[in-house]
């Protein structure tokens, strides 16, 4: 029973190559309990390995975070493999508006303290109470109130080559180095200010929304999906993108063109 990667990545560049097969670049997350992260890991790899997935993902005790790439004709098989576990039935999956067969070369599955690394105790305040989510529309109209401050929640290498119009971006290394910076720098508009947060696919907002809520924030908001799904929206529903310039991922692609504004270089 195979629980690990065993090919290189080039020999797994040219099996790509050599079947020929469009490759869907995709991620998710979901926040649960879960009792053995071990076995679920390993469930997962089995399974996966099945079906050709590759990519990187988290598990830990508090849920589960993921960036695959499946080929195109066994995404609804892939699909089925989530369906199995009750808290991740009808999970949205964010795929890329831009793919590339090679964005992943091999499954790596890791057990890990946390599926993201926010330097947070998750005892100390309720991390279900999160910010209200905004779909593409919604977003682009609460970016219009001048009551709004948007933050975003990546770190610099991602929001220098593409972020929201008039977004604050914190020159910080790591998600966790972002939110302390945050909460002084708006400590004065806990009340009458619109808290607006967006991040790549949505994680580190899901549990910087709770923080922020927690801190005393009255009204917090959060971008459904992140920036990944705010582009697919804003294609298939024909609106005007705020967001200007690439969405850094965390693949082989580096990054998705939104905008064709150069934001750096």
Known sequence: MQLYNTLSAE?????????????????????AKIEDPKKFRDDLFIEWNKLDALG???VAKEGINAQLSVPAENFEAFRETLEAYDFMRGIRLNVAVEHDDHSFLKLTVKVRDKIVADGLNDETFDVTNIGVHLKAKEFNQILEDPNTIVVDFRNHYESEIGHFKGAITPDVETFRESLPIINEQLK?????????????GGIRCEKASAYFKHQGFKNVFQLEGGIINYAKQIKEEGLESKFIGKNFVFDHRLGERITDDIVSQ
């Open 11 to 31: 020999e797994r560049a040219q099996l790509i190559d050599e079947a020929g097969k469009q490759r869907l670049t995709l991620s998710f997350y979901a926040y």
């Open 188 to 200: 004065d508009f806990k009340e009458d200010k619109n808290l607006v947060m967006y991040c790549t």
């Open 56 to 58: 990187r993902t988290y």
